[in-house]
């Protein structure tokens, strides 16, 4: 019997994951709201280095200052891709 015939089953409750996402700031349905930003937008706009910006976003996500969850954007070339957004509870 092959192992990738059999899907294992997690040992854990997605709602209990749920509950934790949402405890450390992260949406739990992922939807951003349209006033929601980027990183690059974040880091363009003070003028920081990208590193910079992700260690601030990180640290206000943390301390419950911003809300994080993800959204669907073009990119330069025009594909579909995902992207961490952030905004203001």
Request: charged share 30%.
């Amino acid at each position: 019997m092959s192992s990738r015939s059999v899907k294992p089953t997690p040992d854990f409750r997605w709602e209990d994951l749920d509950r934790v996402r949402q405890v450390a700031g992260i949406a739990v349905d992922d939807a951003c709201p349209e006033h929601s930003f980027t990183a690059a937008e974040y880091q363009e706009k003070y003028g920081l280095p990208q590193s910079t910006a992700r260690s601030q976003l990180s640290r206000l996500v943390a301390e419950g200052r911003l809300r994080c969850g993800k959204k669907r954007v073009k990119n330069k070339r025009g594909h579909w891709q995902f992207v961490q957004c952030f905004w203001v509870p």
